[in-house]
């Protein structure tokens, strides 16, 4: 049989609903109020999720784990509660992958029959976060690169007002210019142009070929200097509104960047002159020295006259010749190598220990290595002083008698000898990482404490005192503590003890002592 009209028709619009909620682009979710558990999700949503709608349907949210920050979904909760509706709620979530995601999310708190429901909208900015942070950051690149451009520029409107709409900092230093007093102002209303006529010039090129390439001109600075230079312009669009970019190089910035050049090349050559480091330039393509500085000439005993010209190759400097191979080959590869630790022969035919840094640069178009070579003769002599003496102290902790540990500032044993792994029973490898107090006899814990507590706040303490502790056997044994503070390069304080185990001395006093009484008594 036929269908009624009326169920007909809302057969039809159960079909479009669905038709049109399977299809909108944003993630849908309907929710019981009251369980909050999904009773519907479109084809969105199980794209967005990673889940089957088997997967979610009568379950909630926190069981399936999908907000990233808990306190996003509190608030979101309380303003839905609160409000009944949410709009545009920025949160973050993950899918079943782990994957994270950021989203503008909607939610509202309808009726229906009588239940109440709320319907959720996900809307993904993923993409667009993304696009967002790359246009800030295109934006900031475009800015820091205008501001850091050596020569004034500046953004004019290409209308009969030609007024300034952007300045960079340049423009700011170089005329004398305040960025707020240009902003919306002309050149001509600010008396920037000393010529009135070079501007009515200057403004017929433009209209007539819209740009202008190193026209002359003078400016005004505000403390009355003229300042010449050479302005180049070009038509460009901004917001789809023509705008004229002006490049504008002074005349007197080229004087000045000549005399800084000149003072920046008197620098290096005191530099290269005074460095301890040995110095020398030598031309890429035959090796020939150019220049070399006297810390070189001090090391290798040569004089400069007998370098400068001549050939790397010409010397037998290189006393491990696989060094120099490596050298030429990391420089063939790489433009440069760093800190090659090698030996070199100098002049009387000695050796030298050195450090050699190279790099390829260009000097006047043409490639030259920069070599920087160290002495280390000095540094190995004190490296080989160092280990020696280190291995001597180790010795002797090594051998001590006694139990020597080291204790962090939170009461952690950072260090112990051999004979620690003897009072304590156990290996080192179960007592380093491990608190102190975890050995301590409870008889003992409170004084131990207290003394190591004072002695990290700079209190005065006795440096040597006694105090029991269980061994991993479980023997109370009776300890004698002599315990020094230092601090590390970190400004950490840390403490240096020495144990010794007394068990057997005290049990020898002890009954020193009572064989003593026992005389006494005899004799009374």
């Known amino acids: 049989h036929a269908l009624p009209y009326n169920l007909s028709k809302r057969t039809e619009e159960h079909q479009l609903f669905h038709l049109i909620f399977q299809s909108v682009p944003e993630a849908i979710s309907l929710h019981d109020k009251n369980t909050e558990q999904f009773i519907a999700v479109n084809n969105k949503f199980l794209s967005y999720s990673g889940f089957e709608e088997k997967d979610i349907l009568n379950k909630t949210v926190d069981e399936l784990d999908f907000w990233y920050r808990e306190d996003e979904h509190q608030e979101y909760t309380k303003q839905l509660q609160n409000h009944g509706y ?38 993904d900015t993923t993409t667009l976060n993304k696009t967002q942070k790359a246009l800030e950051l295109s934006e900031k690149k475009f800015r820091t690169i205008f501001n850091s451009l050596p020569d004034p520029v500046s953004i004019n409107k290409l209308d009969d007002t030609y007024a300034f709409t952007d300045i960079n900092d340049a423009f700011v230093t170089n005329l004398g210019a305040n960025y707020k007093e240009y902003i919306g102002k002309s050149g001509f209303e600010l008396n920037l142009w000393a010529d009135s006529y070079e501007r009515q010039k200057y403004i017929e090129t433009i209209k007539k070929q819209g740009y ?40 007197d910035q080229l004087i000045k960047l000549k005399e800084s050049i000149k003072m920046s090349e008197e620098k290096f ?40 010209g001549k050939s790397l190759l010409d010397f037998n400097f290189w006393a491990k ?35 050699i840094s190279a790099i390829i640069i260009n000097l006047n178009g043409i490639p030259h290595i920069l070599n920087i070579s160290r002495s280390i003769d000095d540094l190995m002599n004190l490296k080989r002083d160092i280990i020696e003496s280190e291995n001597k102290f180790r010795s002797i902790v090594e051998n001590s ?19 620690s ?43 040597r005192y006694e105090f029991k502790i269980v061994d991993s056997k479980g023997t109370v044994k009776d300890i004698e503590i002599s315990s020094s503070i230092h601090k590390n390069i970190l400004g950490e304080t840390f403490t240096i003890a020495q144990l010794l185990d007394i068990t057997e001395r005290k049990k020898a006093i002890d009954k020193a002592f009572h064989e003593q009484q026992k005389l006494q008594q005899y004799l009374n």
């Open 269 to 308: 050559r005191m530099i290269f002159n005074v460095s301890p480091d040995a110095i020398n330039i030598i031309r890429l393509d035959d090796f020939c020295f150019v220049d070399v500085n006297q810390s070189f000439l001090s090391i290798s005993q040569y004089k400069k006259e007998e370098i400068i």
């Open 86 to 123: 949410v709009e545009d709620f920025a949160a973050h979530f993950t899918n079943s992958k782990g994957k994270l995601f950021s989203a503008l999310i909607s939610a509202k708190v309808f009726n229906l029959g009588d239940k109440e429901y709320f319907i959720v909208i996900i809307r």
């Open 321 to 355: 010749p696989k060094d120099g191979e490596f050298y030429f080959k990391k420089l063939n590869e790489k433009g440069n190598i760093f800190n090659l630790e090698t030996a070199i022969r100098i002049k009387d035919g000695q050796y030298v220990q050195v450090l």
């Open 421 to 463: 792994e003897e009072i304590f029973g156990n290996t080192a490898q179960n007592l380093v990482g491990y608190q102190f107090e975890k050995w301590i006899h409870p008889s003992s814990i409170e004084l131990v404490k207290e003394r190591y507590k004072q002695r990290q706040q700079g209190h005065i303490v006795p440096e």
């Open 212 to 251: 202008i390439d190193n026209f002359q001109a003078k400016y005004q600075h505000p403390d009355g200097r003229i300042i010449e230079g050479y302005i180049s312009a070009k038509t460009i669009e901004i917001d789809e509104t023509p705008h004229l970019l002006v490049l504008q190089k002074n005349v």
């Open 401 to 419: 008698h006694a139990a020597i540990v080291i204790i962090d500032n939170k009461e952690v044993f950072n260090y112990v000898n051999p004979k």
